[in-house]
């Protein structure tokens, strides 16, 4: 795949929650330990995460169509090969009656530096990410499935988009989308709220990811 033509150019998404990285307001520091315990993944903290995922889906008219035809959830897998996938959410997704089944295919196959710790300008770029990230081959996933990748937080939106390259060329018929349990607001000082949920899109152009919103 050449780095100026990728597969898909586009990729729609939704989140539940907002993140402030620099924030100066009580709230904003609030999201940042909010999303410490996020990454952390603790089970019974994922378990209430993926509840509040549910019953805002029920809720908000644009999560209920967003994910009314999601068939199959797929983890982004961490940063370093050996790392594990982060299936507890997509699991508790699919105990809460999100979609049918999680799949583990999407693979890692050489290491990408965190973006969370990696200095600005120097973070992984969405050819880095689509470089590193492999399909499991000889897979019985339907190819007119609906997939859904999630990950924990969404910055860019370039791992996601990144991955659903990868899907799009083992799966070209599938339909694909994804979640992310934050978003972050890399320049918003005050936070009204964390639980801001939304539906968006995160577009190729000018050679890197762009989110909105």
């Not at 969405?126 to 499991?136: E, F, G, K, T």
């Not at 924990?152 to 659903?164: E, I, N, P, Q």
């Not at 607001?185 to 995160?202: A, M, Q, T």
């Amino acid at each position: 795949m050449k780095a100026d033509k990728p597969a898909m150019r586009s990729l729609d998404f939704a989140s539940c929650y907002v993140y402030a990285p620099c924030g100066g307001c009580a709230v904003s520091a609030r999201s940042r330990s909010f999303c410490a315990m996020v990454k952390a993944a603790e089970p019974p903290r994922v378990a209430l995460y993926a509840g509040c995922v549910v019953r805002q889906a029920h809720l908000m008219p644009c999560l209920a169509e967003f994910f009314r035809t999601i068939d199959v959830l797929i983890p982004i897998p961490a940063s370093e090969p050996s790392g594990s996938n982060r299936e507890y959410l997509p699991d508790r997704l699919v105990a809460e009656g999100l979609a049918t089944s999680s799949w583990k295919g999407l693979r890692r196959i050489r290491h990408v530096p965190k973006s969370a710790s990696a200095a600005p300008g120097r973070r992984p770029t969405v050819m880095a990410h689509y470089d590193s990230l492999s399909v499991v081959p000889g897979s019985d996933l339907p190819n007119d499935s609906c997939l859904l990748l999630i990950d924990d937080v969404v910055t860019k939106g370039r791992t996601l988009l990144a991955a659903s390259m990868r899907l799009h060329e083992a799966f070209p018929q599938a339909r694909i989308t994804a979640f992310a349990l934050l978003r972050t607001l890399g320049f918003k000082d005050r936070l009204e709220g964390l639980l801001e949920p939304c539906v968006g899109r995160i577009v190729w152009r000018a050679g890197d990811a762009h989110r909105n919103p």
